[in-house]
């Protein structure tokens, strides 16, 4: 029999439920009037850098039990909610449902947006591209792996802008219908998914005879994983809770570091200046024979001291010459005086690829 305390507890958590409630729904008719104000002067629904001065501002004021990291979630979910009050929103995404990627996305636009999953980063783009969707969120990199290169050469080849960044903690399982690891005869996952856990694949597998078999993504790794009883995959949690094959070992990846940035990218949209701003560019530099054309260009930076975060080179696969873009990250914003200074030299090398709040 439950005691007068915990009925009074309960009690009051209800009440408090009630009030939390009616001051959501307080909120979302503000939102609603915010969105009537924007569609008349044809302004943009989604402000990142805006979002991150409410979380800055909720954390700094915070006194309670809440972490930061609960604060994030609660209020990256309101915001998710109130953006499809003031304007539905379609996000494209690299697919199937249940990959890394599907994560990323449903972590910033939350549960109620109307998602896409496509077959490959170029048909991200293409959607995005043709404003077939709003927003489209792909990887960039992989701090284990380096930058994904269909992702850098797209980048170059459409008109489009990066509007955030998110980096994500990824974490692999081995998954498999097959109730010892002796039964497992081969094992599905995506190639760079392959190399992320290789130690687990060399130290525990550790049989010659087990077949590794690249698929387009973890999701349809686990998939597969389900219909066949010798097989197994490499995949996220997410996607062995949605095709209900279970998990035989969780963290498998090598590095308990392993982290992916992903970009959301946009046709119309650019962000106003936060205060703590990444931006990225791509470079081609003019072909010449003079030595040290790069550090000249690299140069300029640092004289204006900006700070230099990435640089990649990336085949420029044009001609028959050896050519390069560089990708390259910078803190601050493209607006900012001292970049315009430096980017004004560059004007027919640069692609601006967009400005958005730092959070690595």
């Not at 990959?99 to 999953?117: D, L, V």
Request: aromatic share 10%; glycine share 4%.
């Amino acid at each position: 029999m439950e005691s007068n305390q915990l009925t009074e507890y309960r009690q009051r958590i209800d009440q408090l439920d009630n009030q939390l409630l009616k001051l959501l729904n307080e909120r979302m008719e503000v939102v609603k009037q915010v969105g009537d104000l924007k569609r008349s002067t044809n302004s943009i629904i989604y402000r990142p850098e805006r979002e991150k001065a409410i979380l800055d501002r909720l954390k700094l004021k915070n006194q309670g039990l809440l972490p930061a990291a609960a604060i994030d979630a609660i209020f990256l979910e309101i915001f998710a909610v109130s953006r499809n009050i003031e304007l539905p929103e379609r996000i494209a995404y690299l697919g199937p449902s249940g990959s890394f990627t599907h994560q990323a996305a449903e972590s910033r636009f939350g549960a109620m947006s109307e998602y896409m999953p496509v077959s490959s980063i170029r048909a991200v783009f293409k959607s995005v591209a043709a404003e077939v969707t709003r927003f489209g969120v792909i990887p960039v990199e992989n701090n284990q792996q380096g930058l994904v290169p269909e992702t850098a050469d797209c980048l170059s080849e459409y008109d489009v802008h990066i509007v955030a960044e998110l980096p994500m903690d990824v974490h692999f399982a081995f998954v498999s219908q097959a109730d010892h690891l002796s039964k497992v005869r081969k094992i599905y996952s995506k190639d760079i998914a392959f190399r992320q856990c290789r130690k687990f694949i060399d130290e525990v597998v550790n049989d010659s005879t087990v077949e590794l078999i690249p698929v387009e993504s973890t999701s349809k790794a686990a998939r597969l994983a389900v219909r066949e009883p010798d097989s197994a995959a490499i995949c996220s949690r997410i996607a062995a809770q949605e095709y209900q094959v279970p998990i035989l070992f969780e963290n498998v990846e090598t590095s308990g570091d392993n982290q992916t940035r992903f970009f959301i990218i946009s046709k119309s949209f650019t962000n106003q200046p936060s205060g703590s701003d990444k931006t990225s560019v791509l470079v081609k530099l003019p072909h010449s024979d003079e030595p040290g054309i790069l550090a000249d260009f690299l140069q300029d930076f640092n004289k204006k001291g900006i700070n230099l975060t990435k640089i990649e080179s990336r085949p420029a696969k044009r001609g028959k010459t050896f050519t390069y873009w560089f990708f390259i990250d910078f803190e601050g914003h493209w607006q900012d005086e001292r970049i315009q200074q430096v980017v004004a030299k560059y004007t027919d090398e640069m692609k601006w690829l967009g400005s958005y709040v730092r959070l690595i």
